[in-house]
């Protein structure tokens, strides 16, 4: 037993070494996952100091959500071709959630620094400026369809951003068009839309002119918004602006920031021009 004692660890002692319970390693056991490599006549198990790195490469799969029956295939087909398959497949799928998680970064921090600026906004001021090119991804055409139609046009948009990882972490705006606007009907929207500052190969993308955009803000839900671009109608006509071809709307605070309705603040970019004389 002297010469046992040098070769192989008690449960208890492998398992302080594997940092964990010795019922892990009494249910890997159980389930044919990591045996000791001998049991004496009285029960007692005994674990070889080689299994560490076992050990290891089992907690290493597990951490990476490989389930214990995927685990137990590999360990009951091990070969050096099969582990360096299988380490090949793990390091993909780390690549590819460092790019997430490296995506989901960027998202907050945009969230961050936008959120940020509004904290510094006057939301009862109206500005000309002129704003540059932008980059915007667009849902379908979402005019002259029914509420059931336009809830399956922003779930279908939010599915593209997820699986084209289109989702910057800017708010999803709505464009309407210069002939709904001039009728009065604000909420007639063309496009849903999100800006891309770092645009992607291979998507096709819309780009709002750059150029002279009076911008204000409307505080409240949709239903008194039209009160707002009365304000900045009037603001139009005492600088002699006619009307562009688009106005965007976007939101500054919504329900993730706001518990009613009343509280949300919405921006609103219309697209100006001189008036000709």
């Known amino acids: 037993m002297n010469k046992k004692k040098g070769k192989y660890l008690t449960t208890g002692k492998f398992a302080k070494l594997c940092k964990v319970n010795k019922q892990t390693l009494f249910f890997y056991d159980q389930i044919g996952l990591l045996s000791p490599v001998m049991k004496n006549e009285k029960g007692y198990r005994y674990y070889s100091i080689r299994q560490i790195e076992l050990f290891f490469v089992i907690d290493l799969l597990k951490d990476l959500g490989m389930s214990l029956n995927d685990i137990q295939h590999y360990t009951q087909n091990k070969s050096p071709d099969s582990f360096l398959s299988l380490m090949y497949q793990k390091k993909e799928e780390i690549v ?46 979402i005019e002259n ?61 819309f780009k709002s002119v750059k150029g002279d955009f009076l911008s204000g803000y409307h505080i409240g839900d949709e239903k008194t918004i039209h009160k707002t671009y009365k304000r900045l109608f009037s603001e139009m006509d ?15 605070y919504d329900t993730v920031v706001m518990n ?18």
């Open 96 to 141: 590819k959630k460092r790019q997430e998680i490296e995506m989901k970064e960027k998202m907050i921090e945009t969230k961050i620094a936008l959120m940020e600026e509004a904290s510094h906004l006057d939301f009862h001021q109206i500005k000309l400026e002129p704003l540059p090119e932008v980059t915007l991804y667009l849902s379908r055409n």
């Open 145 to 205: 369809i029914t509420d059931e139609e336009s809830v399956e046009v922003f779930s279908d948009f939010i599915n593209e951003l997820n699986v084209l990882q289109l989702d910057t972490g800017y708010p999803i705006g709505v464009i309407t068009k210069r002939e709904h606007v001039l009728k009065g009907e604000f909420t007639h929207y063309s496009y849903l839309y999100i800006e891309q500052p770092h645009p992607k190969e291979g998507h096709s993308y």
């Open 238 to 252: 005492r600088l002699q602006l006619a009307l562009g071809d688009y106005v965007f709307e976007e939101y500054i």
């Open 260 to 277: 009613h309705k009343e509280q949300y603040v919405t921006k609103i970019m219309i697209q100006v021009k001189q008036q000709e004389n």
